[in-house]
T-cell receptor, first 113, second 116 residues
Framework: GDSVTQMEGPVTLSEEAFLTINCTYTATGYPSLFWYVQYPGEGLQLLLKATKADDKGSNKGFEATYRKETTSFHLEKGSVQVSDSAVYFC????????????FGKGTRLSVIA | GAVVSQHPSRVICKSGTSVKIECRSLDFQATTMFWYRQFPKQSLMLMATSNEGSKATYEQGVEKDKFLINHASLTLSTLTVTSAHPEDSSFYIC????????????FGPGTRLTVL
């Protein structure tokens, strides 16, 4: 079945460090890919998305490129801030919204000053 | 755009009572809404999928008589936890998707339920 695998956390970085959170997927079709972020005590917010191979999603300094050849969608940021501390979820969708997203287990990021 | 609200944000109730949680899409029509449950430091567990005007589809292991879901309009879905018990205490999150888009869902801020 369809699945998403992302790196286990927690990840602890110093402020201004480079961030990579790995995400790979298995899907029977051609999924859309997403990164969501969850701040403590809140729901999930869509961070970025990509809908086809080689698309790059970007938002708030975060980027991820849809790599069909490696079935990956790694999240990167060049310089993290304390305010980026949150849980990050990679997800895929094979339809235009009427079926559930397939989520990874989430990666907790802590950024220390 | 694409804002989803949930109400209440936090509720404490006594064991045996029922609690209703509302999920509203504020600026788009949500053809499908989803209800999730999240335990501390864990990922989201899908409970059910609901389409406007039809019965919800529950995931395996989720009691449909305990977790009543109604999706009466394109902007409102409700989850009622009936005869709540302490083990129902959790963080409940809804999400909504529209007919357009790439399949992304927009999430509400969540409801923290504590059953005493």
């Amino acid at each position: 079945g369809d699945s998403v695998t992302q790196m286990e956390g927690p990840v602890t970085l110093s402020e201004e460090a480079f961030l990579t959170i790995n995400c790979t997927y298995t899907a029977t079709g051609y999924p859309s890919l997403f990164w969501y972020v969850q701040y403590p005590g809140e729901g999930l917010q869509l961070l970025l998305k990509a809908t086809k191979a080689d698309d790059k999603g970007s938002n708030k300094g975060f980027e991820a490129t849809y790599r069909k050849e490696t079935t990956s969608f790694h999240l990167e940021k060049g310089s993290v801030q304390v305010s980026d501390s949150a849980v990050y979820f990679c997800a895929l969708s094979l339809t235009r919204g009427n079926t559930p997203l397939v989520f990874g287990k989430g990666t907790r990021l802590s950024v220390i000053a | 755009g694409a804002v989803v609200s949930q109400h209440p944000s936090r509720v404490i109730c006594k064991s045996g009572t029922s609690v209703k949680i509302e999920c509203r899409s504020l600026d788009f029509q949500a053809t499908t809404m989803f209800w999730y449950r999240q335990f501390p430091k864990q990922s989201l567990m899908l409970m059910a999928t609901s389409n406007e005007g039809s019965k919800a589809t529950y995931e395996q292991g989720v009691e449909k008589d305990k977790f009543l879901i109604n999706h009466a309009s394109l902007t409102l879905s409700t989850l009622t936890v009936t005869s709540a018990h302490p083990e129902d205490s959790s963080f409940y999150i809804c999400s909504a998707s529209g007919a357009a888009g790439a399949g992304e869902q927009f999430f509400g801020p969540g409801t923290r339920l504590t059953v005493l």
